[in-house]
């Protein structure tokens, strides 16, 4: 076999306007559109090989993955063997430079990554539209992680039409984000689990597409003007009425930690007190996303870092699609 080279390295994106359930989980299409900023910081690098082995063969971060990460990864190895007849094993080495299934979307870096490796693997040879829907069959978010800046993804209506699409992939407003670690970990509800029992039992489920369809475009209206206070208090409002659909939800549930409660009311109290530039965002993770400007993000930094000295902070700025 000739010499391939399949490494590829995706970023993690953040959502502005949150993908929160599918109307086909089988085909990873979403009840709604989102609205998402890939960012620089946190990435997936991957590379993939056919092996001659019984079993496919993957690694995460220099260890064998983990059972559950084992088979979702397989699954997406299956869907590309079956897309081109292929029946061999396949080895997947994947290095996460972002903390993995924390909330921080590392399943959107991953299966971008995976997907633009498997790409070149298979010699598929796939647009960038292409990839965006078969990073979306690994996992919904990882649509948008194949362009860089602001990008839309679209719910469509079959596996063809749901895709993500780039509205400025160079951003030129000084906006960052300062992520905040409190907990690493891997969460216990993965967001494929999450969203899915709000969807089914929240009885505010049948809101949120259309809360959706006025943050998207009031967020679009914000982005084109270069108003950074009002992406910020979009996104919050935002993540906050999905946060409110799992703790609605019938078990209820909360990604939510008391420090994630405390951060949001400080960041509230420096909008107010001291002018200060700083909206949260939050996943299906204890983790904030504080979205702020790079004027700012220092003295946001140092306070944060006062107020949580467990914390990890991290400055982020927009970054780049697929490599
Ligand atoms: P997160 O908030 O990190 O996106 P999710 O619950 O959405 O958490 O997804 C986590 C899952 O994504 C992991 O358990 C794993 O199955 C998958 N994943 C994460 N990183 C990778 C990777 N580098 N390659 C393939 N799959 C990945
Ligand atoms: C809260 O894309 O991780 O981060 O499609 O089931 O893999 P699956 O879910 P995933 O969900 C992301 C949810 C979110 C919001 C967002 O990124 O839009
Ligand atoms: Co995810």
Same mark, same amino acid.
Request: one cysteine or more; hydrophobic letters at 45%; proline letters at 4%.
């Given at each position: 076999?000739?010499?391939q080279?399949?490494q590829?390295?995706?970023?993690t994106?953040?959502?502005?306007?949150k993908?929160?359930?599918?109307?086909d989980?089988?085909?990873?299409?979403?009840?709604?559109?989102?609205?998402?900023l890939t960012?620089?910081?946190?990435?997936t690098?991957?590379t993939?090989?056919?092996?001659?082995d019984?079993e496919d063969?993957?690694?995460?971060n220099?260890?064998?993955?983990?059972?559950g990460?084992?088979?979702?990864t397989?699954k997406?190895?299956?869907?590309c063997?079956q897309?081109?007849?292929?029946?061999?094993k396949i080895?997947?080495?994947?290095?996460n430079?972002v903390p993995?299934?924390?909330g &921080? #979307?590392s399943s959107? $870096?991953?299966? %971008? +990554?995976?997907?633009?490796s498997?790409?070149?693997?298979f010699q598929?040879?796939? /647009?960038?539209?292409?990839?965006s829907? &078969? #990073?979306?069959?690994? $996992?919904g978010? %990882? +649509?948008r992680?194949?362009?860089?800046g602001?990008?839309?993804?679209?719910?469509? /209506?079959?596996?063809q039409?749901?895709?993500?699409?780039?509205?400025?992939?160079h951003p030129q407003l000084p906006?960052?984000l300062?992520?905040?670690v409190?907990?690493?970990?891997?969460?216990?509800?993965?967001?494929?689990?999450?969203?899915?029992?709000?969807r089914?039992t929240s009885?505010?489920y049948s809101?949120w597409?259309?809360?959706?369809?006025?943050?998207?475009s009031?967020?679009k209206?914000?982005?084109?003007t270069?108003d950074?206070?009002?992406i910020?208090?979009?996104?919050e409002?935002n993540?906050?009425a999905?946060?409110?659909?799992?703790?609605?939800?019938r078990p209820?549930?909360?990604y939510?930690?008391?420090a994630?409660?405390?951060?949001?009311?400080l960041?509230?109290?420096?909008?107010q007190?001291?002018q200060?530039?700083?909206y949260a965002t939050v996943?299906?993770g204890?983790?904030v996303?504080?979205?702020?400007?790079?004027n700012?993000?220092?003295?946001?930094?140092?306070?944060?870092?006062h107020?949580?000295?467990?914390?990890?902070t991290?400055?982020?700025?927009?970054?780049?699609?697929?490599q």
């Open positions: 076999m000739e010499y080279n399949t590829t390295t995706a970023h994106n953040i959502a502005f306007i993908y929160w359930g599918k109307k989980a089988q085909l990873n299409l979403p009840c709604t559109d989102s609205l998402s960012l620089d910081g946190y990435f690098t991957t993939s090989k056919f092996i001659s019984n063969q993957i690694w995460l220099g260890q064998r993955a983990p059972v990460f084992f088979k979702r397989q997406f190895l299956d869907l063997r897309l081109n007849h292929c029946k061999q080895q997947i080495i994947t290095t430079h993995t299934a924390a &921080l #979307a959107a $870096s991953g299966f %971008a +990554a995976l997907a633009g498997l790409n070149k693997l598929m040879h796939l /647009s960038r539209a292409q990839l829907c &078969l #990073a979306r069959r690994g $996992s978010s %990882a +649509a992680s194949i362009y860089g602001w990008v839309w993804w679209q719910q469509g /209506s079959s596996d039409t749901s895709l993500a699409v780039p509205i400025d992939e906006i960052c300062l992520s905040v409190f907990n690493d970990q891997p969460k216990k509800i993965s967001s494929t689990q999450g969203m899915e029992r709000a089914t009885p505010f809101c597409p259309h809360i959706v369809a006025n943050d998207l009031a967020m209206k914000a982005i084109a270069a950074l206070q009002q910020g208090q979009i996104a409002n993540c906050l999905m946060h409110a659909l799992n703790w609605s939800a209820a549930f909360s939510f930690t008391d994630t409660w405390k951060l949001i009311n960041l509230q109290q420096w909008r007190e001291l200060l530039v700083a996943d299906a204890p983790n996303k504080i979205i702020t400007q790079k700012q993000v220092q003295q946001i930094q140092a306070r944060v870092q107020s949580f000295p467990e914390a990890q991290t400055i982020l700025y927009p970054g780049s699609g697929i």
